[in-house]
């Protein structure tokens, strides 16, 4: 008789959970496999030869605030999202022009929102955006298209890394309102109604999508805005099983 095999346990999570952590997971190795080139050029001050807007790159360096203690982002899955910009991020460095691009959006979602604790996560998670898609746009001019994996690229310019950030604070923001929701239930009805407003931003954002894609033309900076909306996620490449960060 041929031998029994035992039956794989169900996951303990859904499986589009599991690629959420994916894509995580893979912002952070490339974080960490490219940390002493960024910090190279971010402490040399170099300018950045594919983003004429931004003359050195120190720009993009500065630590962002996290004026929270909550711990949402960290059961939302975004610990490392507020912990590696804390841990690498510049303390003297010109203020991030990608910023208000962010705060824009955290201000969007929250509303009138103002004094609570997942207002307060959600204004830190996008805060933090600006930080990562400034991270990728230091070290853009040495990656490599995200189609062709050629080094050549199109200049990016501040506008399209600002709509970038935007894209990727309204993800942020989703996430923390799904943790905050699993927990208060539809009790909270301003947490609800900033969890609408997010998700009806982010689906707005579809429309600019992929012109915006076609601009960041570099694969990590593409990766980290096609991934960032929970929803949008689950349907790009990670959901595909495509080795995603093999070109590293």
Known sequence: MPAQVAPHPPPTQPIQR???VLADG?????L??????WRDLV????????SPDIHHADAFAARPVRSTSTALPDV???GFWLELPAKYGLVAAPSNPLTPAALGAGHAVIGDSSQTEWSEAVRCVVNAAAWWVGFFSVIRHRGVHHITLDQAKPDVSLATLSDAVTVVAFGTAIRVLEAHLSEAGESDESARSAYCRALAASVESERRMPGLLDELAE?????LVAASIPWRG????????TGAGQVE
Not at 219 to 223: A, C, F, P, Q, S
């Open 234 to 241: 689950q349907y790009t490449k990670y959901a595909g099983g």
């Open 219 to 223: 694969l990590r900076l593409v990766d």
């Open 18 to 20: 599991l690629w959420q």
């Open 32 to 37: 960490h496999l490219h940390l002493t080139e």
């Open 43 to 50: 402490e040399g001050a170099a300018p950045l030869p594919d």
């Open 26 to 30: 893979l912002q952070v190795q490339r």
């Open 76 to 78: 939302a899955g975004l």
